[in-house]
């Protein structure tokens, strides 16, 4: 069989394997639901918790249904077991390990409770009644009642924390997660609180003498014969569950003897090195040496937090299969990027995680290649408000909160409004870009000047409305000058952690950040560069063209100054104008500032 027929059958193989998994894992996650809804109900009364029986089993033991329970069971079983011996390292974040030991807990747990129930009552053709089960876990042995308690919990969880790797990279997700949490938590409560109740009801019934022998005759319940074959078919049960768990263990200490003289290197940007067996993942080997990982779907090729930058060895480590290359594409990732989870190297490699350890799930959907790091042509502005800290001085720090606050949202409305990135807030100044996606589309650039340009004018006009709202807690309106330059930057996710976010750098930035503070100088509101002019479209009039000396650039700057951004609409009928600042601000700006201190 020749390497890329091996490649397509293993790669079936994974996929064919985390369906079932899946599949599985939801018929098993909603019988542990509906089991757990039936147990509610015995906070109202044994007769509810009864019927609800009915009705849950009516389902449940449905010829086809049956089937397809006990299949998942087995299948579940088998594919954990599977995916424990690929497993190359077990060290992994808490929540994956606490999935794999409830997991790996909860068929002891259960064996006995399926055999007394499912098993028996077919066996010897009994009903298996609430009033049989509790009379059990209740009355006769209550330590088998403790082991069902823990059952509950250790299923639930298990089932909980696979359905939130599962759903968590649903954009609906985030929104629903408080209210999902909770029903998480209701549920299991409920379920132990009814179950508590009626072996509560069961045990006053038993005050009456009689009860009993009609119940046994009543339900035909099996005798001690049956309880010694359920015990000994439990004994059996454990020894080939954990022969099964036995024999995938010592498969993986085998492996990892034949492979150890075949150690291959991987190589981090940060400094580390880690020295893996053939078959590890990337994201194994980072885990295996504690080195911060990004993984939200755990592993499972499905999120794309994991994906690495291949810096050295690209061309000695296996193709990537179609399900890898499907998930990199819905992020648009570039060719040398990989997913840590999906590849495992069979040569020395050196890579770089794209994304910090703490990424979230909004991070595994597709975001532009940019964000990895590219050189695009964009607008960048920079607007800073003039002699705030003369006007602050005298105010309280609820007042200049206040008043930067209204003036961030104007100036964040007219950014966004204008098809711009706003990028961050700097002190009283604000930082933005233009022509991102345009520039990855091959947009000559006309596009993100004009939008920058309307952003400018938007501003403007946004300033002024704010004034007229606060012009009786003014003592001077509030005045403005920005800055604006077109040119090659680089952009990217920049930052640490949390703090990481879409920015640029480079000379176009420095120099748009200049313009907006030769606006002082040349007493305007809004200086752009003879560049940007030109890719824009505008002529403009000589007496607004200066020369200007840009520290850091050996020849002059030829820029164009504007006493007012809302001039440029004039000159330029191709930059977008509305009026709508008025109405935008209206409803945000009615309040005005407590000036206790002046």
């Not at 033991?61 to 599977?82: C, D, K, N, Q």
């Not at 004039?570 to 407590?594: H, I």
Request: hydrophobic letters at 45%; proline letters at 4%; glycine letters at 8%.
């Amino acid at each position: 069989m020749t390497l890329p027929a091996i490649g397509q059958l293993t790669q079936n193989w994974n996929r064919h394997l985390s369906r079932t998994r899946l599949i599985t894992g939801l018929v098993l996650f909603f019988y542990v639901l509906t089991h757990n809804l039936n147990h509610a109900l015995g906070i109202v009364s044994l007769k509810w918790l009864e019927a609800g029986r009915s009705v849950f089993l009516g389902f449940w033991r449905f010829g086809p249904i049956e089937w397809l329970l006990y299949t998942s069971v087995t299948l579940h079983i088998l594919v954990a077991l599977i995916a424990l011996y690929r497993r190359h390292a077990l060290k992994m974040p808490f929540w994956e390990a606490a999935q794999l030991v409830l997991g790996l807990a909860t068929p002891p747990l259960l064996l006995l409770h399926v055999l007394s129930t499912a098993y028996a009552s077919e066996r010897y053709d009994f009903v298996d009644s609430y009033a049989y089960v509790l009379l059990n876990l209740w009355v006769f042995s209550p330590w088998n009642g403790v082991l069902q308690a823990i059952a509950i919990l250790v299923t639930w969880v298990h089932g909980c924390i696979g359905m939130a790797y599962w759903l968590r990279l649903k954009p609906w997700y985030a929104k629903a997660q408080a209210y999902l949490f909770a029903l998480a938590v209701t549920i299991p409560v409920l379920a132990l609180i009814g179950f508590a109740d009626a072996g509560r009801a069961i045990a006053e019934k038993l005050e009456d003498e009689t009860w009993l022998p009609a119940l046994i005759a009543r339900d035909n319940l099996p005798n001690q014969a049956a309880a010694i074959e359920v015990y000994a078919l439990r004994d059996m049960g454990f020894w080939i569950f954990g022969g099964l768990l036995a024999v995938t263990l010592s498969a993986r200490l085998v492996r990892a003897q034949l492979n150890r003289r075949r150690a291959i290197a991987i190589s981090y940007e940060s400094g580390g090195i880690v020295h893996i067996q053939s078959g590890t993942t990337v994201l194994e080997a980072s885990r295996s040496a504690g080195i911060p990982h990004a993984s939200v779907c755990g592993g499972r090729g499905r999120c794309s937090t994991c994906r690495i930058k291949i810096l050295k060895g690209a061309a000695h480590l296996p193709a990537a299969r179609d399900d890898e290359k499907r998930v990199l594409a819905r992020v648009g990732a570039s060719p040398d990027t990989r997913l840590a989870c999906q590849l495992r190297p069979t040569a020395p490699v050196t890579v770089a995680p794209l994304l910090p350890a703490q990424a979230g799930p909004h991070q595994a959907h597709a975001r532009g290649d940019y964000h990895s790091g590219r050189e695009l042509e964009i607008a960048v502005l920079f607007a800073d408000l003039r002699g705030f800290t003369k006007l602050s001085e005298r105010r309280l720090p609820y007042d200049v909160v206040f008043l930067l606050n209204r003036y961030f949202k104007a100036m964040g409305e007219a950014v966004s409004g204008a098809g711009g990135h706003l990028d961050k807030f700097i002190g009283d100044g604000v930082m933005a870009l233009f022509g991102i996606k345009s520039g990855m589309e091959g947009d000559d650039g006309k596009l993100a000047c004009s939008q920058a340009l309307d952003a400018a004018r938007r501003m403007s006009a946004n300033l002024a409305e704010l004034n007229r709202h606060l012009q009786s807690d003014l003592q001077e309106p509030l005045r403005i000058g920005i800055g604006i330059h077109f040119g090659p930057a680089i952009v990217g996710d920049m930052g640490y952690g949390a703090n990481q976010h879409l920015t640029a750098v480079g000379d176009t930035v420095n120099t748009a950040s200049r313009l907006e503070t030769a606006t002082k100088e040349l007493e305007a509101e809004l200086v752009i560069s003879g560049h940007l002019a030109k890719v824009a479209g505008i002529a403009g009039d000589p007496q607004r063209r200066h020369q200007l000396v840009v520290r850091g650039r050996e020849q002059t700057l030829e820029v164009l100054a504007f006493r007012s951004a809302q001039d440029v609409n004039a000159e330029n009928p191709d930059v977008p104008g509305t009026d709508l600042a008025r109405e935008t601000l209206k409803p945000s700006l009615g309040d005005s500032v407590e000036t206790t201190a002046r």
